[in-house]
């Protein structure tokens, strides 16, 4: 089954405070993405793994933010001191492969929409 | 870093009529676009893709079309339907091989509206 459930749906915190988010892919699946997408704008890529190992992280995961992927199956994103800037909605992708009339996609999770106030 | 420049921001057609949206990338080596549909409080949906070895690829109501030389893609939706309103977002692989399906750089988006 292809699928990729992620939680919370919907996050409201303080400045200040610390979030975490999980991305939980259905079945077994090598690779792991986190995306970020402000309102108005395209998903911009944060940072991915292979199995457990974090492989690129990019200049938009500032020193706050925090991901993990310890067993290789799910995956976590920690923000650390948010600040409103932050608000957005956090997505996570996985690559699939032979799945309807696509050969490989990057199939995408319904995201956690965070709300920083 | 590849730049991803989408056209038009918004677009508004009437039921029936055929829709353009135009992607430009600046990454030669490039190799793999893909184009995103999301609805409103929606996961971005794969609806048709292209590699660099063709030139167009048609599915039903939507073809892609591609033109590596002046590196640029365009989507085409025919015989626009209501449903067809949703935002559209191009991509295009951010490795320096030009064919990651998941590292992916996208466009600006374009919000179409299909008047009934």
């Known amino acids: 089954d292809t699928g990729v459930s992620q939680d919370p749906r919907h996050k409201i915190t303080k400045r200040g405070q610390n979030v975490t988010f999980r991305c939980d892919p259905i079945s077994e699946h090598n690779r792991l993405y986190w995306y970020r997408q402000t309102l108005g704008q395209g998903p911009e890529f944060l940072t991915y793994?292979?199995?457990?190992?974090?492989?690129?992280k990019s200049r938009l995961l500032s020193d706050r933010f925090s991901a993990e992927r310890p067993k290789g199956s799910f995956s976590t994103l920690e923000i650390q001191r948010t600040e409103q800037g932050d608000s957005a909605m956090y997505l996570c992708a996985i690559i699939v492969s032979g799945t309807g009339i696509f050969g490989t996609e990057a199939f995408f999770g319904q995201g956690t929409r965070l709300t920083v106030v | 870093g590849e730049n991803v420049e989408q056209h038009p921001s918004t677009l508004s057609v009437q039921e029936g009529d055929s829709a353009v949206i135009k992607c430009t990338y600046s990454d030669s080596a490039s190799n793999y676009f893909p184009w995103y549909k999301q609805e409103l409080g929606k996961r971005p949906q794969l609806i048709i893709d292209i590699r660099s070895n063709v030139g167009e690829k048609k599915d039903q109501r939507i073809a892609v079309t591609l033109n590596k030389t002046a590196k640029h893609f365009s989507l085409h939706i025919t015989e626009t339907q209501p449903e067809d309103s949703a935002v559209y977002f191009c991509?295009?692989?951010?490795?320096?091989?030009?064919?990651?399906?998941?590292?992916?750089?996208f466009g600006q988006g374009t919000i179409l509206t299909v008047h009934p």
């Open positions: 991509a295009v692989p951010r490795d320096a091989g030009g064919t990651s399906y998941g590292k992916l750089t």
């Open positions: 793994f292979q199995n457990e190992a974090q492989l690129e």
